[in-house]
């Protein structure tokens, strides 16, 4: 593919740099400074400006609050936003996983009423898949979703829940018949949060912050029309979910590469710019080769996307390889700001203690979306075609899958 802008894209990275260089914050502005609330109403903030500058949701139609844009322009935009510190971690899981399943499987009344609201951040979406015994191996959730005339009644637990407490809606995969394969008893809907039978708890992080969350469900009913999909087929509509999801971290996801730059640029070891010093000019050589791989397989993707295609499991790649780098970078940073990698939100923290909230945040980024293992299982499997992982359930009816759980 031609890496260079056409015209038209030319002109729309002019028009985003100014506006972002009028409009957003600088990246080192305290990563660690004030309190998770401050940067979630930040967060939102932003989300309103950039929503009524037209720099929402470029990929989405008009008239669900987008910009009707190709996927190409989202690249440009992803790449000129990541110069800049704004949180957009609030918004990713809504606008990257549960717009795409309303845009397939809501009903236009819903899509009309719901997606503008998303796309502006009036409302917070988050996605309700994994369960304590069910991460990995999402498909063998055991939350049920029983109908009663027209409304579902859901009982069970959710976790890891990224931003539920913040959500008006969420996306909820549930078991609906336990009598077939786990694949093939699943059922998606879309759920307010704000009603009764819904309890969402906050996890605290090794941050201080409280991101993900417990969420329990205890008789939270939900109309039938806010089923995505065919009952029993939520297989299929969730994996839709997760390609969007390995899309949109492929796209958006930081390897730290920039920010490792930028303090070799800046910084001096024992006196000596860092830039000179042979270990980091070594991890500079190693790190640019991998970001350029990176680099050049999510193009990859995202060309295949642009000519029609779905986001294939090469996506998996950039994950897997973006996130370790990220920790990788975080850590030799750290040890490099020598007694200043232990200060934590001071006005004396180095870097505004943006590598020692790397530090934290890293292994998380490892494991959402899918841990490196199954980002590896998926490589072997549908990039290179390696036979298959024994799978002991296949083809068991889901309640006859062992769990462990003796029920006494
Ligand atoms: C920061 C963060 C945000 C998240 N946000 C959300 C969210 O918003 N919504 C949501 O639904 N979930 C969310 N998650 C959950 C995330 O999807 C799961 O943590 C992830 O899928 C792993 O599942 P698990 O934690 O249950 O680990 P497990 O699946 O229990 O895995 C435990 C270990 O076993 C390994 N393993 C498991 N299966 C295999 C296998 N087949 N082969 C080899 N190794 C294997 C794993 O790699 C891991 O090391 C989030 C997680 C994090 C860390």
């Known amino acids: ?212 969350n417990e969420v329990f469900f205890n008789d939270a009913v939900i109309p039938d029309n806010y089923r995505l999909g065919e009952v029993n087929e939520g297989w299929g509509a969730a994996l839709m979910v997760l390609m969007n999801e390995r899309l949109a971290n492929a796209t958006a996801a930081p390897d730290g590469f920039e920010d490792f730059l930028n303090w070799a640029k800046a910084s001096d070891i024992d006196g000596v710019p860092a830039s000179q010093d042979p270990i980091v000019r070594d991890k500079l050589a190693t790190w640019y080769a991998q970001h350029a791989g990176v680099e050049a397989t999510t193009f990859r993707m995202i060309t295949a996307v642009a000519k029609g295609g779905v986001p294939g499991a090469e996506g998996s790649l950039g994950k897997l390889v973006g996130a370790s780098m990220n920790q990788e970078i975080a850590n030799f940073v750290i040890q490099q700001l020598d007694a200043g990698g232990q200060l934590t939100g001071d006005e004396s923290t180095p870097l505004d203690g943006h590598f020692q909230s790397a530090v934290l945040m890293a292994p998380g980024i490892r494991l959402a979306g899918g841990t490196d293992e199954i980002m590896r299982n998926i490589i072997a499997e549908q990039v290179l075609g390696l036979p298959q992982e024994p799978r002991a359930d296949k083809g068991i009816p889901y309640k006859d899958i062992p769990s462990g759980n003796t029920g006494a």
């Not at 890496?3 to 002109?11: L, R, S």
């Not at 796309?119 to 309700?128: E, M, V």
Request: hydrophobic fraction near 35%.
């Open 1 to 212: 593919m031609d890496f260079n802008d056409t015209k038209e894209q030319a002109v729309f990275r002019a028009k985003a740099k100014s506006w972002l260089a009028a409009n957003a914050q600088a990246k080192r502005q305290g990563l660690m400074a004030g309190t998770q609330e401050d940067r979630y109403q930040q967060a939102v903030d932003w989300y309103h400006k950039r929503y009524d500058a037209g720099f929402s949701c470029l990929t989405w139609p008009k008239e669900y609050g987008g910009q009707g844009l190709s996927q190409m322009y989202q690249v440009i935009w992803n790449q000129e936003v990541s110069h800049y510190g704004e949180p957009d971690e609030y918004f990713v899981i809504g606008i990257g996983n549960c717009g795409p399943a309303l845009m397939t499987f809501a009903s236009e009344e819903q899509k009309q009423t719901l997606l503008p609201r998303m796309a502006r951040a009036d409302d917070i979406w988050c996605q309700l898949f994994s369960e304590p015994g069910a991460g990995s191996d999402v498909a063998g959730l055991s939350t049920k979703a029983e109908k009663t005339g027209d409304e579902w009644n859901i009982n069970g637990q959710k976790i890891w829940t990224s931003g539920a407490q913040y959500s008006r809606y969420g996306v909820i995969l549930t078991r609906t018949d336990p009598e077939v394969s786990k694949y093939r008893g699943l059922t998606m809907f879309m759920i307010d949060l704000k009603q009764p039978g819904v309890e969402v708890k906050p996890i605290k992080q090794i941050d201080g912050g409280s991101h993900f």
